[in-house]
């Protein structure tokens, strides 16, 4: 099946420094890549669709500058959270959708900020 | 939007089939229903997914109601590597629309 990688799995930053997160997908082409939040005990909450070579559309509530999304080539995307603050810690899934129209979810990263 | 309902979690022994309910009854018809699974910090795993008919593959099968308000996820037969949240999803064109999942514990 499709596999999608992120990068890294984990990350400790201090507070008021920019993480980027790298989502990959290995063996197929992603025109689409979407990236999502999730919190203890709770369900995914999508933050934005990235389409290759163009912005990406944010979900209301999400701060297009604070999680600043590029989509530069079909198998790679990265979110950077910039100026993080320990409540932007969470665990962040990016997923790549493929031709076929499923989307395949990378494994997860994992953003502590203190 | 469309939205799903699921029960919050359910218990089943091991090496026994276990059928996972999920109630969508504002479906609309072209909104495909979706299983994903996730173990814990992990990445949702996919596990099936259908329009109208049921549909079977190595990992499970899903049974959807004849007026699409309803699917069942049947785990035929549950081992401890099966013990995950259970979320089914129905896809609006682009999006998944994620409810809050199934926590399925899996008893030895």
């Known amino acids: 099946g499709a596999v999608v990688s992120q990068h890294p799995s984990r990350v400790i930053c201090k507070s008021g420094t920019s993480v980027k997160i790298e989502c990959r997908s290995l063996?197929?082409?992603?025109?689409?890549m979407f990236w999502y939040r999730q919190f203890p005990k709770q369900s995914l909450m999508l933050m934005a669709t990235?389409?290759?070579?163009?912005?990406?559309?944010?979900e209301q509530g999400v701060e297009k500058d604070k999680f600043l999304i590029n989509h530069a080539s079909l198998t790679l995307s990265t979110l950077t959270v910039t100026s993080a603050h320990p409540e932007d810690s969470s665990f962040y899934i990016c997923?790549?959708?493929?031709?076929?129209?499923?989307?395949?979810f990378g494994p997860g990263t994992r953003l502590t900020v203190t | 939007d469309a939205k799903t309902t699921q029960p919050n979690s359910m218990e089943s022994n091991e090496e026994e089939p276990v059928h996972l309910p999920c109630n969508h009854s504002?479906?609309?018809?072209?909104?495909?229903i979706h299983w994903y699974r996730q173990l814990p910090s992990q990445g949702p795993e996919y596990v099936i997914h259908?329009?109208?008919?049921?549909v079977n593959n190595r990992m499970a099968s899903l049974a959807i109601a004849e007026d699409r308000k309803s699917s069942t996820l049947i785990l035929h037969r549950a081992t401890l590597r099966d013990a995950a949240v259970y979320y089914c999803i129905l896809r609006m064109r682009d999006q998944l629309i994620w409810g809050a999942g199934t926590k399925l514990i899996i008893k030895p």
């Open positions: 504002t479906i609309s018809g072209t909104d495909y």
């Open positions: 990235s389409n290759e070579g163009s912005k990406a559309t944010y």
């Open positions: 259908g329009l109208t008919s049921n």
């Open positions: 063996d197929f082409q992603a025109t689409t």
């Open positions: 997923s790549a959708r493929d031709q076929g129209n499923e989307q395949y």
